[in-house]
């Protein structure tokens, strides 16, 4: 997944979109995996660091990281698979 170039995003986890004027907001760890997107993490290592960083197995992370990117992709955060 990659971040859409156009989208603007600050450290609190405010992210707007300005080609539809939307915003959206996200937790700490939604915040860390935004960042870690934009740094082309692959989706084991931002399970890793989300793992390790709060104590959670892979499995868990990895499933909810697919989840969220889900969201991301339906309101155009992440660029869409071709």
């Given at each position: ?59 868990t ?19 869409k698979?071709?």
């Amino acid at each position: 997944m990659k971040i859409n170039k156009n989208i603007a995003i600050n450290d609190k986890g405010l992210l707007f979109n300005p080609a539809t004027g939307e915003s959206f907001t996200a937790n700490q760890i939604g915040i860390m995996i935004i960042k870690l997107l934009k740094e082309d993490k692959s989706l084991s290592e931002i399970s890793e660091s989300i793992s390790e960083e709060y104590d959670v197995d892979n499995h868990t992370v990895e499933k909810d990281i697919l989840d969220f990117g889900f969201l991301l992709k339906n309101h155009n955060i992440v660029e869409k698979d071709a």
